[in-house]
């Protein structure tokens, strides 16, 4: 692994924002716009060093557009399988970490080297 290569940090948006009831399905764009903004923000906390923070959007919240510090991909179908596609290209020897609870996204991406983490690692509670 290269060491002075960023972090990729790949967050499962439908995932991380359907992990709290706050109504967020009655504007799933409006959730993702609201989580992007924050990761802009704040970042992943308790991580050091440099990061690239890329938000796997799909379904009602494609579209939703990349801010300075959030590049923001639309899946083209499932996200799970986009993740799995960015995963995999960062292969590189790039450290990656997966925001995600969904286990079998985090099976399929630790068998590629990827970190995973929870949804609360980027949305408190």
């Known amino acids: 692994m290269e060491e002075n290569a960023s972090l990729l940090v790949v967050v499962d948006a439908a995932n ?10 009655r504007d799933r764009r409006g959730a993702a716009e609201r989580l992007r903004d924050r990761l802009a923000a704040h970042g992943v906390p308790g991580r050091a060093g440099p990061a690239e923070v890329v938000l796997v959007v799909e379904g009602a919240a494609r579209g939703v ?16 399988d986009h993740i799995v596609e ?11 970490l997966v ?3 969904d286990r079998e996204l985090r099976r399929r991406v630790t068998r590629l080297g990827a970190q995973v983490a929870g949804p609360r690692t980027v949305r408190p509670g």
């Open 86 to 96: 960015l995963v995999a290209r960062a292969a590189d020897g790039r450290p990656v």
């Open 99 to 101: 925001v995600t609870a």
């Open 65 to 80: 557009e990349s801010v300075t510090g959030v590049r923001v991909e639309s899946a083209p179908g499932s996200g799970d």
């Open 16 to 25: 991380v924002v359907g992990s709290v009831p706050d109504g967020w399905w």
